[in-house]
């Protein structure tokens, strides 16, 4: 693939376990409990999308890239919170207003509202709008409401079989970076539960390029695990979430 470029997750050990930090032409799914830190990683993702020290790719794709760059973020649970991309973006040194106008925030209240705003990215990029950064935040909690027990299995995932190849179309043909967000049981038993107890889990699998699970532990502290990627170990690392973020 020609004219990678990585986005920083804002932690150093988080970025070096997925190879040098979010990459562009792929899916990126975040797994783990409620409270883990998936919407803190989405929306700092949002933050350093402004950042060009968090953006590395080479000279002049990163011109391209830092042309008045946006992130769409969808979001299916009302957890997008602008005065925290503020709190974050201050942090680092930006103006938190500007970062927010740079992010297109879309509540989707069903499955098909979030299916229809992913459709429509393609729509603004072809617009002329420079979007780098796609965020669905979470790709299954409407599926799963929606489509609950064994009788409507094969059409939860035959939809959302679709709704990642929509994303995984937008990853490929605009460079962008896809991140999605994905809730799991908590697991008392286990550090990590295995890949398939994640919602969705054969199809999301299957089409995400990368996958990590996070759990909460000790404090800021969270673990984060890369698992079954393509080309790349798993592998385990730690990092924080504090008022300033997601950091080391
Ligand atoms: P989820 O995986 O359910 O999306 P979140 O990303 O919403 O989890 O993580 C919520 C956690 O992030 C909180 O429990 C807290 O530990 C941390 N957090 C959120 N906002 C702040 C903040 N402003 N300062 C410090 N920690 C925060
Ligand atoms: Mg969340």
Redesign the pocket.
Known sequence: RKNLWWLSTGSKNLDSILGGGLESQSVIEFA??????????AHQACVNLQCPERIIADEKLKEEILDNPKAVYIDTEG?FRPE?II?MAEAIGLDGKEVLKNIKVARAYNSDMQMLYAEKVEELIQKGENIRLVIVDSLTSTFRTEYTGRGKLAERQQKLGRHMATLNKLADLYNCVVLV?N?VAARPDAIFGPAEQAIGGHIVGHAATFRVF?K?TKG?KRLARLYDSPYLPDAETTFR???KGVHD
């Open positions: 783990g409990p409620y409270g883990s830190g998936k919407t803190q990683i957890t925290r709190e967000t809730q996070l909460k800021d979430i504090t008022e």
